[in-house]
Every structure is written in structure tokens, then in C-alpha cells.
């Protein structure tokens, strides 16, 4: 049976483009000029894939998007969102909304067509990633954490933890924007580390928001956790005042709020 996939955008000529690069790629294509009937479509056909606009009448994208991630029987499907705006703030606001993915018009219909094919692979087996880190998510975690206890592997499994007031008081005073900068340097230098001490014999993840995993023989996330710590820290300090870092606290009123920080266990 063909995967359905349901297109959402006002503008008939992009209706067009998609729907023959999906036909060529044998999947039924149902099509939506508006967020309203893009709901519509989603709740009565169940589509495998979603792919939005952002500027649409009755209802924009992240509108759509987030009413559909909330929905409890359309929350796993996964969501591509396709616009022309092209802003980081535009594409911090499609994984805001819940959007797995987000593309830029003028498209390439070879790229949609590979985001598409990727992400209904990993619905299928149940795997994904953080769609900002492109790091295995929860679900892709606690499979490769069964596997390996399956093959009767020896591992241990690294946690590297953000708290969440300093978080939240990052990003009320920097930005979600700085936040999400941050994250993704953190996610490097792990892939780095990862590569370096552990290479093919090491898993790294990204649980939640705050959460980084990495799992492996026990030898060798130590050596990761010592010299991704040491990274970590430095990188912390590229993204304060010069104000908030020579006090140790962020000052809002009269409150003082902790700085970024992170604690990290192995077991």
C-alpha cells in the first residue's frame, strides 16, 4: 500500500511541484489550500507525513503544526515544514511548533524527497531525532539501550545534564534563538568527543531538551564526559555578559539567578 502523504499550501504551482516529486516517488498525495482544511485532511485520511506552508489563510503553519502535535491521534505523524521564510527565527518557530523538519523554498525536490523517505524510515522503526541537534531522540535511546542488553553487550550509559531554571533564565534574557546555539555547539563538541574516544563502539542522543546521552564501553565515556566537560565549560562562557559572568549569576530585580551549568554521571 502507498505511504499518504498530505500537502499544505495556498500557492497552486508549489501544490503542483510536490505533489509530482512525491507521485514519482510512489507516494498518494493529498492536497490542502488552507490550515483549516489541512487539519481537516489530517484528522479524516491519517496521513503517514505532513508537509506545511507557514503562510496560509484561515490558519498558518505553526498554527496547523501545533494543533496536530497536540492532537493525541496525529502526534506521531511527522511534520516537514516547507516556506520561504528563511529567518532563524522563523525556523526556531517551526520546532517551537513540534515541526520535525523544516525546508526552504526554493526547494531542491531531490532534499525533500530524501527528508521525507528519512523521516518515514525512522517512524517506522520507531527511531528519530531532536530536530535541531539531528541527534537519536528518546525513543532511538532505550532502543539501542535494549539492544545492546539483548546482544548481552558490557556498556555504560554517560548523562550529561542542563538544569532547568538556568535554562529558563537563559532564555528569558538571551533568547530562544542563543539557546538553541548553544545546544547545538554542546551537540559538537559530544560528536567530537564521541569520535575521538569512542568511534563506532559509542551511541550519542539527545533525551528531551536538557539531556545529552552517549553509551559505550565504561572506559571510554570517561574519557568523553573529562574532555567534553572541559569543552562544555568553555563554551558556557562564550554565551554571557561579561557582567553575568564576573558576578556568577544572572540579576533580574532583586533575585539572583544560577548561570548555566551542567553535572554529568556515568553508569
Given at each position: 500500500m502507498k505511504k499518504k502523504v498530505l500537502v499544505a499550501d495556498d500557492n497552486p504551482y508549489v501544490l503542483e511541484l510536490v505533489s509530482m516529486t512525491l507521485e514519482t516517488l510512489d507516494f498518494e498525495v493529498i492536497?490542502?489550500?488552507?490550515?483549516?482544511?489541512a487539519l481537516d485532511q489530517a484528522k479524516r485520511e491519517g496521513p503517514d507525513l505532513i508537509i506545511l506552508d507557514i503562510m496560509m489563510p484561515k490558519k498558518n503553519g505553526f498554527e496547523v503544526c501545533r494543533e496536530l502535535k497536540q492532537s493525541q491521534e496525529c502526534r506521531e505523524i511527522p511534520i516537514i515544514i516547507l516556506s520561504a521564510k528563511v529567518q532563524k527565527e522563523d525556523k526556531f518557530w517551526g520546532r517551537d511548533a513540534g515541526a520535525d523538519d523544516y525546508i526552504t523554498k526554493p526547494f531542491d525536490p531531490l532534499e525533500l524527497g530524501k527528508v521525507v523517505t528519512q523521516l518515514l524510515k525512522?517512524?517506522?522503526?520507531?527511531?528519530g531525532y531532536h530536530p535541531l541537534t539531528k541527534l537519536p531522540n528518546h525513543p532511538s535511546i532505550e532502543m539501542e539501550i535494549k539492544r545492546r542488553k539483548e546482544a548481552k553487550e558490557d556498556f555504560s550509559i554517560f548523562q550529561m545534564r542542563f538544569p532547568e531554571e538556568a535554562i529558563l533564565i537563559f532564555q528569558q534574557k538571551?533568547?530562544?534563538l542563543k539557546w538553541e546555539e548553544f545546544l547545538v555547539m554542546t551537540a559538537n563538541i559530544l560528536r567530537e568527543q564521541v569520535e575521538r574516544w569512542g568511534g563506532r563502539s559509542c551511541f550519542l542522543g539527545h533525551r528531551g531538551e536538557s539531556t545529552f546521552v552517549a553509551i559505550g564501553p565504561a572506559e571510554a565515556l570517561e574519557k568523553i564526559g573529562m574532555a567534553a566537560g572541559e569543552e562544555v565549560s568553555k563554551a558556557i562562557s562564550l554565551f554571557y555578559s561579561k557582567e553575568d559572568l564576573a558576578r556568577?549569576?544572572?540579576?533580574r530585580g532583586q533575585e539572583k539567578h544560577p548561570l548555566l551549568s551542567f553535572s554529568y554521571n556515568i553508569s
Open positions: 492536497l490542502a489550500m488552507d490550515g483549516e482544511e525512522l517512524k517506522e522503526s520507531g527511531r538571551y533568547g530562544g556568577g549569576y544572572v540579576l
